[in-house]
């Protein structure tokens, strides 16, 4: 197994296997590892060289019948296939059967010409599965899970070095505890801060504190906070302004995910007479979120709170595989988190 660090280091560096699956829930080391093999296998002019597949649309044995087809131009061809359901424990029953053991017999001996990337975005897979045990033995296996809480700090860190700028103690604690864990807004409000810091500038609290109040009322967390207070009108209108900037959808979801997670496991252990200090400890988050959540979660009940997740979970299905036009999957996934915050106590 490898980390989403060394990968994309290793990518880089132009050291690009033949076959690779990426695995997990978090969309933003998903899209970087994808993004990097493009750029380093498609070149310029040869965009015909690449391909994307969602299998649970065609077989899996469409997708091995191309990949050893030798590119019509350059030297390399790159091809992603979306939803490989059958690495799970209870594979989506489909209209047409997958031959895995082609698809076996194709990793152990895949064509030297041809990079094929499996992104699976499932929690788990099942690796006691002959095919997995294949693609960790023979291929690069990536686990894209979600940080953890206190990882926050690092990776902001991170993107401040990827964009030339460092950061100061005081602001990566007010970012850390502003955008928790959802790395595509740690991302974006980095980009943004850097170009205040200047090159090889210092990001400071004060920068942080102006960039947040000067987004305040179009910020995700304004999203959250008009869910929350069942104002779909504001809800909505926030979501575009965010969609007009090129924010991403998949992040809002994510954050929304995280919010509401952390509000649901505050209530469970305010229900075992935990206090915010033993919270903080517990989850191991910034204690700004479990101040403000704190507050939140007592305006939900706990069917309240799973019927939004599963809500969420759905929805980040929806956008992952491309079924649906992004704003409108959003506004609807808006429309139902309101319904649900509105059902009577």
Request: charged share 25%; with cysteine.
């Amino acid at each position: 197994m490898a980390s989403f660090t060394e990968t994309i280091s290793d990518i880089k560096k132009g050291k690009v296997a033949n076959v690779y699956l990426f695995y997990g829930t978090e969309a933003y080391f998903m899209q970087r590892l994808k993004n990097q093999l493009i750029k380093k296998v498609i070149q310029p002019g040869e965009e015909e060289n690449m391909a994307a597949y969602n299998l649970e649309e065609t077989p899996v044995q469409e997708m091995i019948a191309d990949a050893e087809t030798y590119p019509f131009f350059g030297e390399k061809k790159l091809i992603i296939a979306n939803q490989p359901s059958f690495l799970q424990a209870k594979p989506k029953q489909l209209s047409f059967q997958h031959d895995v053991d082609l698809l076996d017999q194709y990793v152990k001996n895949p064509a030297p010409y041809t990079v094929v990337v499996l992104l699976a975005d499932y929690e788990k897979i099942d690796k006691r599965k002959k095919i997995n045990k294949a693609l960790q033995k023979h291929g690069v296996t990536v686990s894209c899970e979600p940080i953890k809480p206190y990882e926050a700090k690092k990776w902001l860190q991170h993107m401040a070095g990827r964009v030339n700028v460092s950061i100061d103690q005081d602001a990566a604690e007010l970012l850390e505890a502003e955008l928790s864990t959802n790395l595509f807004m740690m991302q974006n409000e980095i980009e943004k801060l850097a170009f205040y810091a200047g090159d090889s500038g210092t990001i400071t609290k004060e920068m942080a504190e102006t960039l947040l109040a000067q987004s305040m009322e179009q910020t995700s967390l304004q999203l959250v906070e008009a869910v929350i207070n069942g104002d779909l009108e504001q809800a909505i209108s926030i979501h575009n302004h965010l969609l007009d900037m090129k924010e991403e959808p998949i992040a809002m979801v994510a954050l929304l995910g995280y919010q509401f997670r952390t509000i649901l496991q505050i209530k469970r252990l305010k229900e075992k007479g935990y206090s915010q200090g033993h919270m903080q400890k517990q989850l191991g988050v910034h204690p700004y979120v479990i101040k403000i959540n704190a507050q939140r979660e007592g305006r939900f009940t706990d069917d309240q709170l799973r019927n939004i997740l599963i809500q969420l979970t759905q929805t980040d299905a929806v956008l992952k595989q491309g079924k649906m036009d992004k704003r409108l999957a959003f506004e609807l996934l808006l429309y139902a988190l309101v319904q649900a915050r509105l059902q009577p106590n």
